[in-house]
Each structure stands twice: as structure tokens, then as C-alpha cells.
DNA sequence: ACTCATGATTGGTC
DNA sequence: GACCAATCATGAGT
């Protein structure tokens, strides 16, 4: 217990080493040896110097001081008995009353030097990543699956990824429980050394001057050390979850073709709108959802196939009029035709659909065909004046009448 | 190993 | 912000 007053008190605030009587400049008065009991407030001595009371005096403090010194060397029995021999010995409320006063004079300087310093930003942004990704916060594993649909929210998901959902989900889970498994170890340790602390504190009070204060303000400082400990620990988890989720979107990247009724799907609503190939916000959502794939994916898909067809309308004639009977015969057996995607509370596409492959159907021989016109020489599709955007399939429909 | 198809990305335009 | 055009990167077929 004694002997590990030294790294305390060694790591005091106001002094250097060991009990913080050597080294400090306020001690000059007792290293120079004036009697405590006789030293005045106003600075002046009691010119004790020279006398045999003086020496003796002196040899006391030097005592006191040696034995200050020495305690923490000592075994527990040892230094209890030293211990308690110094606070019986008489000189001890001088001493104390020396202590007192220069705390008194170096309080002054300490006052200024605790400031509440504000939530460190980046702490705040650790925080924050680890609640957004599921490792902070109360619930477990609700967070993972929120993370894991954050992450796939700007890619598509192809049925197999249940896969590295889980795969993903239980790595997750496994940083999860490290760093909380940590962060209640460094809790614990806090409290645990804090308790210590203020348990020394306490007795140390017996000897020297400790104020409330002073014992709050080694607990800050204790505080402050643990929390940039956690600090790290939160950055190393935050290094770890980025990782992770890196490698795990680096899988989403990896491409994969869509299914091919995915596919089909999305050609049908091509072809059967092939003068206007431009899904509205609403059609592409609809597509999205048949197809289950992302809003952006079909954009994706719709811009390539736009290109695709324009460099080599040839090469896409016979798909073209696949569709188009397909699509066609669709049309004729019903009005709720499974192909083209009701966009909500706008209607159906498949009527402008028709329209569009009764112009369209191109000749058997590939000549140049009504189908074709749909693009125009300079590249632009027929009737596309202005970003597609928000055109609704009606206005797709009226275009197909003409 | 090679080629082709195709989904995704990027830089530029409107 | 939607789109185009070029390009990249990967899957699939040979």
C-alpha cells in the first residue's frame, strides 16, 4: 500500500519527486533548515540560526524529512510504525503548517492550470462512427444489419450475399464484443485506480495539506489519462470496422450479371419504349424493385444499353423484335401485362409500350426501319428535349402516338 | 488464354 | 442531378 505511494506522489502536480519536498523551490526554507514553528507570515525568521536549539531543531526537520523520504523504501509494518511515529512526533504540526503554506503560495499557480477543456472533436466523431456502424451503442447486433444495409444501400444485392452478409455481420459482432470487452476492462481498471488514488489521497491528507479540490483534480487528471486510452482503443476499432466494410464493399463491387429475368424485365421495358428509352424516377423504381436490384443500377443499365444500342442498332435488331412480338402479344391478351412495371398511380406502361413496338418492328432485312428512328442522325433519341427526369410514363405515351 | 458481354465508374456536358 | 461517352473490370463462353 505505502510503497506504492511513489508513482502518486512522484506524479503529483505541484512537485518533483518522492513525498515533493526535495526539489521544491518552496522548501528552500526547510532544506536550509529554519524552524517551521517560528517561521512568521510575513517571511521574516525567527533567528533560531547558530543556537544549540537551532541545531537541534534542524536535526528534527532533517529527521522528518529523511524519514519522509524513506518511507516508501520501507515494508508496510516498517513504514506504519515510522508512519505513525511521524505524526506523534512534535514537530509534525509544524511541518504540516509549513506544507499548508506553501500549497497556500504554489495553489495560486496550480488554480489557473485546470480548465475544463471542451469534448475533444475527435473523440466525438470516434463516438459517432462506432453508434453509426452498430459497435457503440445499447442494442446488439441491430446496428450490424443497419450497417450491413447502409453498405449495400448504394449497390445492388445479388441473392448469394446472404453470404457475406453474415460473414460480414459476425465479424462485426466480433469487433463489437472486443471493444466492449475492452472498454469495460479500462472502466473497471479507471475506477478501480481512481479509488486507489483517492484511498491514498486520503491518507496522505494525515501528513500533508490535500484539499477536496486537489483530490478532484488528480481524479480528472486520471480520467483524462484512461480516456485517451479509450480514445485509441476507439481508433483502433474504428481502423478495424473501416477495414472491414472496405473489404466487404470491395465484394459488392465485384460484378455479377443480373439474373436473367432481371434482365428481361428490363429489356421489355426497353424495347416497348424504345422512342423515349428514358424510365421516369417512379418507372425505375418499379423496374428496380421487379428486378431487385437498385434504383441506380437501373439507371446504369438503361444508360449503357442506350449507348450499346445506339453504336449497333444492327447488332440489337433481333433482341428488338423478340421483344417486341413478346411484348406485343402481352399487349393484345391483356391490359395488366407482367412485363412493363406499373409505376405508382401513373398507369401502365404496357400501352405506350405497344404503341412504341407497333412502330417499331422493324423489317426482316435490317434495312433502316421506324424501330431504328427512334434514334435520331445526331445521336439524341426522338423527343428527348430535356433531361428525362420526373417524365412520367403518360408523357412517354403521348410521344408514342404521334 | 482469349474474346465478348456487361455492370460499374469516371469525367464532362447540359 | 441526369445523362452521355469512354473506359475499366469482371463473368462467362470458347
Redesign the pocket.
Known amino acids: 500500500m505505502l510503497q506504492q505511494q511513489q508513482p502518486l506522489t512522484g506524479n503529483g502536480p505541484s512537485n518533483g519527486r518522492g513525498l515533493g519536498v526535495s526539489g521544491h523551490p518552496g522548501m528552500h526554507a526547510l532544506n536550509s533548515v529554519h524552524q517551521p514553528s517560528q517561521h512568521r507570515p510575513d517571511g521574516t525568521e525567527s533567528g533560531l540560526e547558530g543556537t544549540e536549539n537551532g541545531h537541534e531543531t534542524r536535526r528534527d526537520i532533517g529527521d522528518i524529512l529523511q524519514q519522509i523520504m524513506t518511507i516508501t523504501d520501507q515494508s508496510l509494518d516498517e513504514a506504519q510504525a515510522k508512519k505513525h511515529a511521524l505524526n506523534c512526533h512534535r514537530m509534525k504540526p509544524a511541518l504540516f503548517s509549513v506544507l499548508c503554506e506553501i500549497k497556500e503560495k504554489t495553489g495560486l499557480s496550480m488554480r489557473n492550470t485546470q480548465e475544463e477543456e471542451p469534448q475533444d472533436p475527435q473523440l466525438v466523431r470516434l463516438d459517432n462512427m462506432l453508434l453509426a456502424e452498430g459497435v457503440a451503442g445499447p442494442e446488439k447486433g441491430g446496428g450490424a444489419a443497419a450497417a450491413v444495409s447502409a453498405a449495400t444501400s448504394s449497390?445492388?444485392m445479388s441473392p448469394d450475399s446472404s453470404l457475406e452478409h453474415s460473414d460480414y455481420k459476425s465479424k462485426l459482432s466480433q469487433i463489437r464484443s472486443i471493444y466492449h470487452t475492452e472498454l469495460e476492462k479500462y472502466e473497471q481498471a479507471c475506477t478501480e485506480f481512481t479509488t486507489h488514488v483517492m484511498n491514498l489521497l486520503r491518507e496522505q491528507s494525515r501528513t500533508r495539506p490535500v484539499t477536496p479540490r486537489e483530490i478532484e483534480r488528480m481524479v480528472a487528471i486520471i480520467h483524462r489519462k484512461f480516456s485517451s486510452i479509450q480514445t485509441q482503443l476507439k481508433q483502433s476499432t474504428c481502423e478495424a470496422v473501416m477495414i472491414l466494410r472496405s473489404r466487404f464493399l470491395d465484394a459488392r463491387?465485384?460484378?455479377?450479371?443480373?439474373s436473367k429475368q432481371a434482365?428481361e424485365v428490363l429489356n421489355e421495358y426497353f424495347y416497348s419504349h424504345l422512342s423515349n428509352p428514358?424510365p421516369s424516377?417512379e418507372a425505375k423504381e418499379e423496374l428496380a424493385k421487379q428486378c431487385g436490384i437498385t434504383v441506380s443500377?437501373v439507371?446504369?443499365?438503361?444508360?449503357?444499353k442506350?449507348?450499346?444500342y445506339?453504336k449497333n442498332i444492327g447488332k440489337f435488331q433481333e433482341e428488338a423484335n423478340l421483344y417486341a412480338m413478346k411484348t406485343a402479344l402481352g399487349a393484345r391478351q391483356g391490359d395488366d401485362s407482367p412485363h412493363t412495371p406499373n409505376s405508382t398511380g401513373s398507369g401502365s406502361f404496357s400501352l405506350s409500350g405497344s404503341a412504341d413496338l407497333f412502330l417499331g418492328v422493324p423489317p426482316v432485312n435490317g434495312e433502316q426501319s421506324a424501330y431504328q428512328m427512334g434514334v435520331q442522325a445526331n445521336?439524341n433519341?426522338q423527343g428527348?428535349n430535356s433531361?428525362?427526369?420526373g417524365t412520367s410514363p403518360h408523357s412517354d405515351q403521348s410521344e408514342n402516338s404521334d
Open positions: 449497390g445492388g463491387r465485384k460484378r455479377r450479371n443480373f434482365t428514358y424516377e443500377q439507371s446504369n443499365w438503361f444508360g449503357n442506350r449507348i450499346r445506339k445521336g433519341w428527348r433531361p428525362p427526369s
